[in-house]
Every structure is written in C-alpha cells, then in structure tokens.
C-alpha cells in the first residue's frame, strides 16, 4: 500500500510496509518481563488473536542478550535489518539501603 500525492516539485510516493509478528514480538520482549502482557502487546500491535500469538511466542526461545538483530525479506528485494537493543533499569529494589564505605 502506498500514499500518493501532488507536491509543487511532482507527485511523491511513500511505501508503507506494515511490521510482522516477529518484529511485534521483539518490540513486546522489550517493554515488558511478563509472558502475558508481552502476547497482550503483540497482539494488539498485529490485531491477531492473542491465542495465534501466544502459540508464536511460546515457540520462540528468550533471548538473554541486550541485543537482537531481526532481518526480514518480506516483499523487498533487499533484506532490511532491524536492531533492538533493550538496556535494563537501575532500580533499587525496595528496603535494601545502600551502604558506603
């Protein structure tokens, strides 16, 4: 699908190419821990039933590293690679003091 319209200098075209599963996925991976929540996020983000997604997601291992490349050829002649990178938070866990030397 594509949008088009006229601009003084011509027509101008834009291609939108809509995200798959597996991106979707790795975006819900990113936003939350929780296994539930992370099928809710896909689900909604595809407009799939969450139980096509849960059925993606429990076959996919998790993946413990900070960063994941995802590489896919959809109707592109070229491959396009996505990084997604996950950086965790510096949060104090509630009741530990920190003590200094």
């Not at 003084?8 to 936003?31: C, F, H, M, N």
């Not at 896919?72 to 990178?85: A, D, K, Q, Y």
Request: net charge positive; no cysteine.
């Amino acid at each position: 699908m594509s949008a088009v319209w006229n601009t003084k200098y011509g027509s101008r075209r834009v291609r939108y190419d809509p995200p798959t599963l597996k991106e979707a996925i790795i975006a819900a991976q990113g936003l939350t821990d929780q296994l539930l929540q992370q099928v809710e996020i896909a689900a909604a983000l595809m407009d799939l039933p969450v139980e096509e997604v849960r059925a993606v997601l429990l076959k996919a291992a998790p993946s413990r590293k900070s960063e994941q490349i995802v590489t896919s050829s959809g109707r592109e002649r070229t491959p396009r690679t996505v990084v997604v990178e996950r950086k965790t938070s510096r949060r104090v866990a509630a009741g530990t003091r920190l003590v200094r030397p």
